[in-house]
Each structure stands twice: as structure tokens, then as C-alpha cells.
């Protein structure tokens, strides 16, 4: 069980070359739950255009429009797994940062009941919510057009889906630490459920940089860090 008391501060950022071997707990869990959860969509999807005469290849035209923003063509080549390992390696957020990401997408699936996560979104979901997330926790965090260059986006369209996060989310970005406890113990109770990854224990690394979360209403404006690693091109992610 995750405790408030169990975690002491986050850990110093591994360098580049030393991700692998250092990946958080987090980003294993956070990869089962989004594959298992975009699987189940698809092939929901699949199912229901099959049943309506094949009425597009994912069954998009008959969800509502809310994430159609965040929506490709086509799935992207690169795994769940493999797009998070790339964010976290070279934006240098903390691991907090996917946590809350996972947050906001889980309240942009209350507050928008007609939309799902899919294969087809799911990237762009990624890239943006941990990216608005930094904004959020870090002191220091990448500007737009960093986080666009990692996440295989072009800068204007993650301007774009940033603020369409934050409309249909309402500019509800805070999360206390008694909600990130929360979805931290959900995490490891769905990798327990299913018998992956052993254990299931998300790192103790993980916490609000700012405990004081729970009571602010609004956060001071933070500075953008400069780029130190220069990350190698991803093709677009999505068409």
C-alpha cells in the first residue's frame, strides 16, 4: 500500500544512457493498464462496426466527438510502452508526471462518456496529458515544442491538443495527494489482478512534488527548462 508517509522526495534523474536500466515502476504499470484498456476499446469498436455494416475501420463514427482532436488516421508504429520509456527518457520529468497524466485521462472518460480510449488516440492522449502534468509538478519542465519534437507531434498541434485537454477537462488539472494515492493503489491493484509484473508496487519515488496540492487553487507560473538532451526524430506519430 502506498503511503503519504512512504515516500521521502523523488529520485535524481537517471542520464540518457542509463534509462533502461532505471525505467520507474510506473511506466511498466502504466503500460499494462493502457494496453489492456485500449485492446478491450478496439476491439469493442471492431465489434460494433461489424454489427453496423463495417461503419469505419475502428467504429469512430459512432463515438461522440469530444476526442476527435486526439484522433489519427491510423495507429502509430511505435507501443504503448515504447512511447513512454521515450518521455520520460528525454523530457525529464518526474515520474509523478505519468501518475497525473493517467488522472486526466481517466476524467476526460467521466466527463466525456462517448469517447474511449483507443489506439487511434491513445498517443496523442500520452504525450499531452504527462506533458501538461510537468507543467503542473516540476519546477523545471520543456517547453512545447520539446515535448512535441519527443512525442512525434508538430509544435502547432500539440498548442492545439493542449488546449483542447484543458476545455474538456475543464482546467481541472490539480490533483490532491489523497486522489494521486488513490490511482496509485488502482494501478497496482489491476497489475495484482491480472498477475503481471509480480509484485505491482509502484515506486516509492512517486509523489506530489508539491504536497501542498491539496490546498492551492492556483500554482505560481514556472519556468521552461532548456533543452540539455537533444532527442533523435520520431516520425509523426499520427496522420
Known amino acids: 500500500?502506498?503511503?503519504?508517509?512512504?515516500?521521502?522526495?523523488?529520485?535524481?534523474?537517471?542520464?540518457?544512457?542509463?534509462?533502461?536500466?532505471?525505467?520507474?515502476?510506473?511506466?511498466?504499470?502504466?503500460?499494462?493498464?493502457?494496453?489492456?484498456?485500449?485492446?478491450?476499446?478496439?476491439?469493442?469498436?471492431?465489434?460494433?462496426?461489424?454489427?453496423?455494416?463495417?461503419?469505419?475501420s475502428?467504429?469512430?463514427?459512432?463515438?461522440?466527438?469530444?476526442?476527435?482532436?486526439?484522433?489519427g488516421v491510423r495507429p502509430p508504429n511505435i507501443s504503448i510502452p515504447k512511447y513512454l520509456e521515450r518521455i520520460y527518457k528525454y523530457t525529464g520529468c518526474s515520474p509523478?508526471?505519468?501518475?497525473?497524466?493517467?488522472?486526466?485521462?481517466?476524467?476526460?472518460?467521466?466527463?466525456?462518456?462517448?469517447?474511449?480510449?483507443?489506439s487511434l488516440n491513445v498517443h496523442r492522449l500520452l504525450v499531452t496529458s504527462v506533458m501538461v502534468a510537468s507543467k503542473m509538478l516540476d519546477d523545471e519542465h520543456y517547453n512545447n515544442a520539446f515535448y512535441a519534437r519527443v512525442g512525434g507531434v508538430s509544435n502547432s498541434e500539440l498548442n492545439r491538443l493542449e488546449m483542447e485537454l484543458l476545455f474538456l477537462l475543464d482546467f481541472g488539472v490539480v490533483v490532491s495527494s489523497r486522489v494521486f494515492e488513490s490511482y496509485c493503489l488502482h494501478l497496482e491493484r489491476e497489475v495484482l489482478l491480472n498477475g503481471h509484473g509480480g509484485h505491482g508496487k509502484i515506486d516509492k519515488a512517486l509523489v506530489l512534488s508539491n504536497p501542498a496540492l491539496d490546498d492551492v487553487?492556483?500554482?505560481?507560473?514556472?519556468?521552461?527548462?532548456?533543452?540539455?538532451?537533444?532527442p533523435p526524430s520520431l516520425p509523426q506519430v499520427v496522420d
Not at 14 to 24: I, K, M, N, Y
Not at 39 to 47: T, V
Not at 58 to 71: I, P, R, W, Y
Open 96 to 118: 509523478s508526471c505519468f501518475v497525473v497524466g493517467f488522472v486526466y485521462i481517466d476524467r476526460l472518460v467521466h466527463k466525456h462518456p462517448d469517447s474511449l480510449v483507443v
Open 217 to 230: 487553487t492556483e500554482l505560481p507560473a514556472v519556468e521552461d527548462a532548456e533543452a540539455t538532451t537533444d
Open 58 to 71: 475502428h467504429g469512430s463514427a459512432m463515438l461522440g466527438k469530444s476526442l476527435n482532436g486526439f484522433q
Open 1 to 56: 500500500m502506498l503511503a503519504a508517509g512512504d515516500c521521502t522526495g523523488l529520485e535524481p534523474r537517471p542520464e540518457p544512457g542509463q534509462v533502461e536500466a532505471t525505467l520507474p515502476r510506473v511506466l511498466t504499470v502504466l503500460s499494462f493498464v493502457l494496453e489492456k484498456l485500449v485492446a478491450r476499446n478496439d476491439r469493442l469498436l471492431e465489434s460494433l462496426s461489424r454489427q453496423l455494416n463495417g461503419i469505419g
